[in-house]
């Protein structure tokens, strides 16, 4: 089945959004990468949108991912993008790896199908800073934070299934606090 096409000024698709509020209001939580529920209509999470929750997999609290897409056309690139993630909830003073699983390069029309292969198969990546560096957050004595971070470049019209996360352990070891959005599916225009 084809998705219709985005309206002008709408640069996100989110899949699961309905899944992901769901979450927040009940104590029964669905999978974070692969949504329980169907395309049932937009959200942008783009310029002021409300953005997606991050719902716990692992442990307690909350937070919220929220993403804008900026142009740049810096170095052939027309899609910059700046995301804030914030926390709350969780253990104070601890500090959290932000991770994602993207879909990229996927055979077959996987790459946005709506289905999160790689965040199911748990295959999470750092995010980088601008100096190279792993983006985490530290989270305050009341066990809240926040970081922001600016994406650079990803070709116009680019189509990807995504989950980010915030952990407090990376591998080999076991998170005890595992934050999750779920998976989403964004359009670069």
Known sequence: ???????????????????GLAAMACSDLPSPV?????????????????????????GTGAGSFNLVH??????????????TIAVHGVTPNTVLYVRRAGDLGLPGGQQADGICQRAAAGLFGPVPAPDGTPV???TS???SGTTHIHNYGTGEGNR??????????????V???????????????
């Open 160 to 173: 990807l299934d995504s989950v980010w996360r915030v952990v407090d352990a990376l591998p080999p070891a």
């Open 1 to 19: 089945m084809k998705r219709p096409g985005l309206s002008s000024g709408v640069f996100v698709r989110v899949i699961g959004m309905a899944a």
């Open 70 to 83: 900026t142009e740049s056309n810096r170095d052939g690139f027309t899609g910059d993008s700046q995301l």
């Open 136 to 138: 985490t957050l530290e």
């Open 34 to 58: 692969a949504p329980s529920v169907g395309v049932t209509g937009r959200q942008s999470v783009a310029n002021g949108g409300p953005g997606l929750p991050l719902i716990p997999f692992v």
């Open 141 to 143: 004595p009341g066990g």
């Open 175 to 189: 998170p005890t606090i595992d934050l999750r959005t779920p998976c989403f599916t964004f359009t670069v225009k």
